[in-house]
């Protein structure tokens, strides 16, 4: 008899200890979603494998970011939420948690204050434009040119895209309204501060389609990240839009004549957001997770592997050297005030608005 | 026969008539058989008809109006949107109460999403207007209109009421409606305005594309097969194998292979520039358009044309050629009239196979086809993972099944399904 409950006391013990890891209430497992390639490298590199080191937990990279809303949203309504932090853009944190997918974080008590005690909510600043997003670095989707193809003056304004005398040739643009609708509006004389009141009416939209339409024929549309620098490289466009990081990656490492634009930059965000429905251990440690990954020392060690700007305010001093190429890498973030001249802030409200409707439009106007 | 004598029924030995023990035996035979297939079956259901038939029946549902604005949508139906006034205090004092409700569970911000596929603005007024009702009482601080007004100004604009209250069925034709480029409005189904017309057009250059890749398959495909059907069986092999080693190969790598082949400054444009054929300025653009996408595909579906062909000429005894020769056919005729009709019944095979995959093809022309080789899979696809409008890529998908039924069923009446063949 004895035994018996001794037995069944052990197993419930071991069964009990597998689940929960050492100190009594953390999963010691964790599956984390982000965009695969350099980006997720360098996650691993500056977050990962700090974390699992201290903790003796076993992280699992899925590279399923592009396709994150959809999954989690498959995931939540069977019932079974496999991911325990999500790396995604600003735009998909708020549809997340527009749906309900994505848990609310307070962020003064749930990250990490910055070394000279200022509070989290302050140090990202504005940056928080979720209540579910903790952002984590800022990119800016940007123009690069190759230097060998654009003639003697290389261009300093974004116009130069709409400018097919002065640069002929042709251009890579992506396959998607915003950003491009905002940049023709900007060249066709919009002021910078009026795109988005002018973009929310009928005749914004015309004038900017209208704009785009003198260099259709000149534009190659892609839809991945990487096809720019590649199509720069190939020489088969003059100039084209991507994320400053790729182009970072062409200019630096492959070494390819091709030089960043700036201007006009448009900022964005990407950070993480922890799916609704995980059970209290799993939920656990993914805040724990995220209090590590998001504090002011981490976000600078990002900087050492891509050339996005971490999103602290209290990180960008520490900026470093590129871990492998030891370059500075202050001057490569978008931030840099050398860079970041003349910026456009995504507007985030504007786009969950409209997205659906101007892109019906765009799609329609692409096919003609 | 008859199963009764001038005495009644045919008895068994056991006493019961004939007829029932005959039917209780077979019963349990049919019982038996059922049971042998069952896991095929639950398997297949489970898996395959289930997700299908729930992915396919968000095409008209909408019950979420309803059920997170249940109050407001019953008072919504004593209101005349006609008369273009805005609703009584009775509608805006429910929707205060609904919404209370719905803040608590978080469901207003996605009821925003649904209705921003109808009217653009009601995403953000749903999530700013949540976060500001969120500190009114539903009861102590009656009345509300005002107050609403004052919070969003949409809320003092009849054109939000009246989606609201078109929108409210469980059931919606909506979807289907948007899916063929129309939309519901409170006065009925009408056409989406010029500048979003696309989807009609997206159907007709996927039917189009398709039948075009599958000719340029059979064209492609018919000497193939011939030539494997007919060599020494060490030659065949070999050939079979280069056929096969694309199928093998990743799609991407393939797809990509051909964008490397085709760009302006690809192989195909230097090598013509290089023996003088076109001139430099003037390369052939031979990518980012429909040419890319039919190119491209073709290569990619050969496979599926060349394979059911092989295994029926394969059937055809070699002898037949031969005897129509011998009794003075020319070649032409002999191929034409002896071989060609028994090889038909692997073109039809190949044909429809090649054909439904090419309908609902995304990758290959997301990458190659620019902006005019694109199909109405990769609006289908734009629609589930990144709109999220799972209702509106639904009717899409359901649409796409029928015409895909509709033509298989014109085939199988023009053609006759029986003539196609496998092996």
């Given at each position: 008899m004895k035994l018996t409950k001794t037995l069944m006391a052990t197993t419930a013990l071991t069964v009990a200890a597998s689940m929960v890891s050492a100190d009594g209430h953390m999963a010691n497992e964790m599956t984390i979603v982000s965009w695969g390639g350099a980006y997720s490298a360098s996650q691993k590199g500056a977050y990962h494998d700090p974390y699992a080191e201290a903790n003796g937990v076993n992280i699992i990279?899925?590279?399923?970011?592009?396709?994150?809303?959809?999954?989690?949203?498959?995931?939540?309504?069977?019932?079974?939420?496999?991911?325990?932090?999500?790396?995604?853009?600003?735009?998909?944190?708020?549809?997340?948690?527009?749906?309900?997918?994505?848990?609310?974080?307070?962020?003064?008590?749930?990250?990490?204050?910055?070394?000279?005690?200022?509070?989290?909510?302050?140090?990202?600043?504005?940056?928080?434009v979720s209540d579910c997003f903790i952002p984590q670095i800022v990119y800016s989707t940007t123009f690069g040119y190759r230097t060998d193809l654009v003639g003697d003056t290389a261009p300093t304004s974004v116009c130069a895209v709409f400018d097919t005398e002065a640069y002929p040739g042709k251009r890579a643009l992506e396959k998607r309204p915003i950003n491009n609708m905002e940049w023709a509006l900007l060249c066709d004389g919009v002021a910078k501060s009026e795109v988005y009141d002018v973009l929310g009416t009928e005749a914004g939209q015309n004038q900017a389609l209208a704009k785009l339409d003198t260099i259709k024929d000149d534009v190659i549309w892609w839809s991945a990240g990487a096809d720019t620098p590649q199509l720069l490289a190939d020489g088969e466009v003059i100039m084209g839009s991507t994320y400053n990081g790729r182009l970072f990656a062409a200019i630096e490492e492959q070494k390819q004549p091709i030089a960043m634009l700036w201007d006009a930059q448009v900022f964005d965000l990407d950070g993480w957001i922890i799916p609704t429905g995980l059970s209290p251990e799993r939920q656990a440690r993914a805040l724990d997770y995220i209090m590590f990954a998001t504090d002011t020392q981490r976000l600078a060690d990002q900087a050492q592997y891509i050339s996005y700007g971490p999103a602290r305010k209290s990180s960008a001093p520490l900026v470093g050297k590129h871990k492998t190429l030891g370059i500075d890498m202050a001057p490569h973030m978008p931030t840099d005030p050398e860079n970041a001249k003349n910026t456009f802030l995504y507007n985030y409200e504007f786009w969950a608005d409209y997205r659906d409707d101007i892109d019906a439009k765009f799609q329609a106007w692409l096919a003609k | 026969m008859s199963d009764s004598t001038a005495d009644g029924p045919v008895i068994a030995a056991d006493g019961t008539p004939l007829k029932r023990s005959l039917a209780r035996a077979m019963r349990r035979q049919k019982l038996r058989a059922l049971l042998l297939v069952a896991p095929l079956l639950i398997f297949v259901l489970l898996t395959f008809i289930f997700p299908i038939a729930n992915m396919l029946s968000r095409s008209v549902q909408?019950?979420?109006?309803?059920?997170?604005?249940?109050?407001?949508?019953?008072?919504?139906?004593?209101?005349?949107?006609?008369?273009?006034?805005?609703?009584?205090?009775?509608?805006?004092?429910?929707?205060?109460?609904?919404?209370?409700?719905?803040?608590?569970?978080?469901?207003?911000?996605?009821?925003?999403?649904?209705?921003?596929?109808?009217?653009?603005?009601?995403?953000?007024?749903?999530?700013?207007?949540?976060?500001?009702?969120?500190?009114?009482?539903?009861?102590?601080?009656?009345?509300?209109?005002?107050?609403?007004?004052?919070?969003?100004?949409?809320?003092?604009?009849?054109?939000?009421?009246?989606?609201?209250?078109?929108?409210?069925?469980?059931?919606?034709?909506?979807?289907?409606?948007?899916?063929?480029?129309?939309?519901?409005?409170?006065?009925?189904?009408?056409?989406?305005?010029?500048?979003?017309?696309?989807?009609?057009?997206?159907?007709?250059?996927?039917?189009?594309?398709?039948?075009?890749?599958?000719?340029?398959?059979?064209?492609?495909?018919?000497?193939?097969?011939?030539?494997?059907?007919?060599?020494?069986?060490?030659?065949?092999?070999?050939?079979?194998?280069?056929?096969?080693?694309?199928?093998?190969?990743?799609?991407?790598?393939?797809?990509?292979?051909?964008?490397?082949?085709?760009?302006?400054?690809?192989?195909?444009?230097?090598?013509?520039?290089?023996?003088?054929?076109?001139?430099?300025?003037?390369?052939?653009?031979?990518?980012?358009?429909?040419?890319?996408?039919?190119?491209?595909?073709?290569?990619?579906?050969?496979?599926?044309?060349?394979?059911?062909?092989?295994?029926?000429?394969?059937?055809?005894?070699?002898?037949?050629?031969?005897?129509?020769?011998?009794?003075?056919?020319?070649?032409?005729?002999?191929?034409?009239?002896?071989?060609?009709?028994?090889?038909?019944?692997?073109?039809?095979?190949?044909?429809?196979?090649?054909?439904?995959?090419?309908?609902?093809?995304?990758?290959?022309?997301?990458?190659?086809?620019?902006?005019?080789?694109?199909?109405?899979?990769?609006?289908?696809?734009?629609?589930?993972?990144?709109?999220?409008?799972?209702?509106?890529?639904?009717?899409?998908?359901?649409?796409?099944?029928?015409?895909?039924?509709?033509?298989?069923?014109?085939?199988?009446?023009?053609?006759?399904?029986?003539?196609?063949?496998?092996?």
């Open positions: 990279n899925d590279d399923s970011s592009a396709e994150a809303v959809a999954k989690l949203r498959a995931m939540s309504e069977a019932g079974n939420v496999t991911w325990d932090v999500v790396d995604v853009v600003a735009a998909d944190a708020i549809r997340l948690c527009d749906e309900g997918l994505a848990m609310e974080i307070d962020a003064d008590t749930m990250l990490a204050d910055a070394p000279d005690g200022t509070k989290a909510s302050e140090d990202f600043g504005d940056l928080l | 909408n019950d979420i109006v309803v059920n997170t604005l249940p109050e407001t949508v019953r008072e919504l139906g004593r209101w005349d949107a006609s008369t273009g006034e805005l609703p009584d205090e009775a509608v805006y004092a429910a929707f205060a109460r609904d919404m209370a409700v719905a803040i608590e569970a978080k469901r207003h911000t996605r009821l925003g999403s649904r209705l921003n596929y109808e009217k653009t603005g009601m995403s953000s007024m749903f999530r700013q207007s949540g976060r500001k009702m969120k500190k009114l009482d539903p009861i102590a601080d009656a009345p509300f209109k005002e107050k609403l007004i004052k919070i969003h100004k949409g809320w003092g604009d009849v054109e939000m009421w009246k989606v609201i209250q078109t929108h409210s069925g469980i059931y919606t034709s909506g979807y289907f409606l948007n899916a063929i480029d129309a939309q519901k409005t409170p006065d009925g189904p009408a056409w989406q305005p010029e500048e979003k017309q696309i989807l009609l057009k997206l159907f007709g250059r996927t039917l189009v594309m398709s039948l075009i890749i599958t000719g340029s398959c059979i064209l492609l495909g018919y000497p193939i097969a011939w030539l494997l059907a007919n060599s020494s069986a060490r030659t065949a092999n070999l050939l079979l194998i280069l056929v096969l080693l694309p199928f093998w190969t990743s799609l991407l790598v393939r797809t990509s292979a051909w964008k490397v082949m085709l760009q302006q400054n690809g192989v195909i444009n230097e090598v013509l520039v290089w023996i003088g054929l076109v001139p430099d300025a003037e390369r052939l653009i031979l990518i980012n358009n429909q040419f890319g996408t039919i190119v491209a595909m073709t290569h990619i579906l050969l496979p599926f044309m060349i394979l059911p062909m092989y295994s029926v000429m394969q059937t055809i005894p070699q002898t037949y050629l031969r005897a129509a020769k011998s009794l003075g056919a020319t070649n032409w005729t002999a191929f034409w009239r002896v071989y060609f009709p028994q090889s038909v019944p692997g073109i039809g095979a190949g044909s429809i196979l090649v054909f439904i995959l090419s309908i609902g093809y995304y990758i290959t022309p997301e990458i190659v086809g620019g902006t005019k080789g694109v199909f109405i899979s990769n609006r289908i696809a734009y629609h589930i993972s990144s709109s999220l409008n799972w209702g509106l890529a639904a009717a899409l998908g359901t649409i796409l099944l029928i015409v895909v039924l509709a033509l298989y069923w014109a085939y199988d009446k023009i053609v006759g399904i029986d003539n196609v063949k496998l092996g």
